[in-house]
């Protein structure tokens, strides 16, 4: 699993791109990256899919898995992330089946 994070004013949020990620996000896996003593530290996890039924191109998610209102922070992100514009960090998730 491959997760970029982008750093913002007052915000982390890391970037989950469907389209290049085969393994599902569970809620586990959400807690462990947003957890900030022991994970990733992120405010949300923006889930990119070029197929969204839902009006726009990606979905905020907490660290519970519930979708949460877009911000200004979350969009600038967005923006960058399809501009290419390489991320803070880019983070590679290895779990074991």
Known sequence: MTLSKYHETEKEYLVFDSSKNTEP???DLLRSFC???FGINSQGILVVSRTSNHGTPYRLL????REISLDKESRSVFEKYTK???PNNVIYYF???
């Open 84 to 86: 290419n514009i390489p």
């Open 62 to 65: 907490d660290f519970s898995g």
């Open 95 to 97: 779990s074991q089946h």
């Open 25 to 27: 996000l569970t809620p």
């Open 35 to 37: 957890f900030r003593n």
